[in-house]
């Protein structure tokens, strides 16, 4: 079972470069997160949804924009890359508002 | 302060017990979660505890709540090396609004 994967799981970008991380979950699952982890500090929230074609802010959402065209899907985008965005990205699902959280592997970004 | 607060790290001898602590500010959390996270992998949910409880054991695994204090600790028995890993507390009222502990990173050493 593949669960939810992450698209790329590492990049190096360099400041103003923009990028998209692909979140993919085959679980059939309504709500989708999207998280940054950073050394030090517990994960922090930047966007999520609950459902297909809707997106709401988090905790840490500026520099960051979402998508959810699709129930499957959930993409984090940068437009213009700053180094203090340089972190790990995780992914989750789950099948309602509370519960288990289904992580991705993570994503590294570097912004130099 | 930090919502979620955990000590960073902890190292025990193989066999011996574990204990990882975790303290929280929200009053209205509901569940409360301990995720573990293994080198380059995803966190992974480990165990919860609603906030009605008291305690909650699952094998090896025990899970203490004290409302009043807003404290929550895992207690891992028989600890091996295949539990070292990272350990986050999560707490919330529903998903939208968890927050995290930075982690508390166990070493087993044999």
């Known amino acids: 079972n593949a669960g939810v994967t992450q698209t790329p799981k590492f990049r190096v970008l360099k400041t103003g470069q923009s990028m998209t991380l692909l979140c993919a979950q085959d679980m059939n699952h309504e709500y989708m997160y999207w998280y940054r982890q950073d050394p030090g500090m517990g994960l922090r929230l930047i966007h999520y949804s609950v459902g297909e074609g809707t997106t709401a802010k988090g905790e840490v959402p500026d520099g960051y924009n979402v998508s959810r065209l699709k129930k499957q899907n959930f993409l984090l985008g940068l437009e213009s890359a700053a180094p203090s965005q340089t972190s790990v990205y995780f992914c989750a699902s789950s099948l309602s508002d509370y519960g288990e959280l289904f992580f991705g592997e993570g994503s590294r970004l570097t912004v130099l | 302060g930090e919502d979620v607060e955990q000590s960073l790290f902890l190292s025990v001898r193989e066999g011996d017990s574990s204990v990882i602590n975790c303290t929280y500010t929200d009053s209205s959390s509901t569940y409360l979660y301990w995720y573990k996270q293994e080198p380059g992998a995803g966190l992974q949910l480990l165990t919860y505890?609603?906030?009605?409880?008291d305690m909650k054991q699952d094998q090896r695994l025990t899970v203490l709540l004290n409302k009043k204090d807003k404290h929550l600790s895992l207690r891992i028995a028989d600890t091996q090396t295949g539990d070292s890993a990272i350990y986050f507390c999560?707490?919330?009222?529903?998903?939208?609004?968890?927050?995290f502990g930075a982690g508390t990173r166990l070493t087993v050493k044999p």
């Open positions: 505890i609603f906030s009605n409880m």
């Open positions: 999560a707490a919330s009222y529903n998903n939208n609004d968890m927050r």
